[in-house]
């Protein structure tokens, strides 16, 4: 984990943690009660939430792409299956420096616990930490990025003085209790100490309209600063108790300002918790940045909407490829068709969305139709490696007859296959996309390539290829 005294962390590997842990609550905004089970998880595996309550016990990864709901939370989605408030609980984990866990929940939402991400770092802290072999995902800002959303949020990453994640926020609500308030975190080293603590918030104003709403069903004066910025009556107060389904809400008469039996822990614990939000909401773009982050009146909204820019610029400068389905692919399956000898079953390239001098991108739509997973473990479909190298070869093998003339009157041969890896299962609903760049220049009629194949942002196998371009044999009328 990092420290508060080694603000530049030395460990580039990958961490998770050393044993799991278990913490119990409700949620804020659902007010279900919920069990999380937060446990180790290999290298490259990520933040991946389980809904252990329903049906088939299904997976979903914490995803800026899988962001479905952003009032007064974030909330991610897959395949129908939803968990909600992700962010204090992700960003005890990056905070901490954690790079992958499996998180394990009985309900739809995370536990509010007390508004921070504290006890879940004091658990984090409490089982420690374990170095995988495997380099850690970092996205080093080498140029700024802006985001605004023409409403006032405004967010702004640029290169870091070092090699580290530094946030600076501005809030300002035009209250007079809370007035315009700044808060930094120089590395994340600091974020236990100075961060993590500092609970979420919320103006006695807005409780009616939330409530109204369907949320914040969870809320109590425990779990969140509760501001007055006026005094209100006993009526008033019971209006908002009834809406809350509580018996009543008692305020010390003529109280306006911090309305729990509790003192801020810092002057400017309101703006240090929106920079604890930008921190769990970053942890969505599945890397570490280095890079100073400044947000000017951020929600949960815009931290996401920047969360996916980043996201998007780091794959690009990666060479990760990117499909837009409303976008014309170069060739379809009927082009296709023409080029490559190959039918169904064996026909394993849908379509051909990049053509460059010296690479090629193509994709397959992965279905339970598949062939092969009527007798590739059946029970739990997993489509075989050997298939996704073929088609990754079919694609370099689009590339390679693209470039030569009638090529209807070629085929191209593989020699040579290296350095084959599989990093990560390809299951059905999954849409791969191979890229091959070419190694060196064609030369007699020899393509060499490097091949890779990813689902969404994931590197799934990787491989190098020898092929060779041989002119089919023409049968004369004297042969036939």
Known sequence: ????????????QQQTLAGAFTCEGVGLHTGQSCSVTVKPAEA?????????????????PADCDLVVETRRGTTLEKKGARVHTTEHLLAALYGCGIDNALIEMTGPEVPIMDG???????????????????????????????????????????????????????????SPILGTQHAS?????????????????????????????????????????????????????????????????????????????????????????????????LALTGFFIEGHVLAGRPGHAGNVAFA???????????????????????????????????????????????????SIIGLKNVTMNEPFFQGH????????????????????????????????????????IDNVRFKQKVIPGDTILFKLQLASPIRRGLVHMTGRAYVGSKLVSEAEMLAQIIRDRVTTSSEA
């Open 1 to 12: 984990m990092n420290k508060e005294n080694s603000p530049t962390p030395e460990k580039i």
């Open 44 to 60: 490259d595996h990520g933040y991946v939430f389980q809904r252990m309550d329903l049906e088939g016990q299904p997976l979903v």
């Open 116 to 174: 921070s991400s504290w006890p879940f770092v004091a658990h984090i802290e409490e089982v420690g930490s374990v170095t995988l072999e495997a380099d850690r995902h970092i996205f080093r800002l080498n140029e700024s990025i802006t985001y605004h959303d023409g409403q006032g949020v405004e967010m702004l990453a640029v290169p870091p003085v070092k090699d580290e994640f530094r946030v600076t926020v501005m809030v300002d609500y035009q």
């Open 185 to 281: 975190m120089y590395h994340l080293g600091q974020f236990v100490s100075k961060i993590s603590r500092c609970r979420t918030f919320v103006f006695l104003k807005e409780v009616k309209h939330l409530l109204e709403q369907g949320l914040i069903k969870g809320g109590d004066l425990d779990n969140a600063i509760v501001l007055a910025e006026r005094e209100y009556s006993q009526s008033e107060l019971d209006d908002i108790a009834q809406l809350a389904g509580k018996k009543s809400l008692q305020v010390e008469p003529g109280k306006i300002g911090v309305l729990n039996n509790t003192k801020l822990q810092f002057e400017n614990e309101p703006a240090r918790h929106k920079l604890l939000d930008i921190v769990g909401d």
């Open 308 to 358: 996916q820019l980043l996201k998007r610029k780091r794959n690009a400068e990666a060479g990760i490829p990117h499909y837009d389905p409303r976008v014309e692919p170069l060739m379809d399956i009927h082009d296709i068709e023409k080029l490559l000898p190959h039918r169904y079953p064996f026909l394993l390239v849908d379509k051909i969305i990049e053509r460059q001098d010296d």
């Open 377 to 416: 473990f059946p029970g739990n479909p997993v489509m075989p490696g050997v298939l996704q190298i073929e088609a990754m070869a079919q694609v370099g093998g689009i590339f390679a007859l693209s470039g030569v003339e009638d090529p209807e009157n070629w085929s191209t041969y593989f020699m040579k």
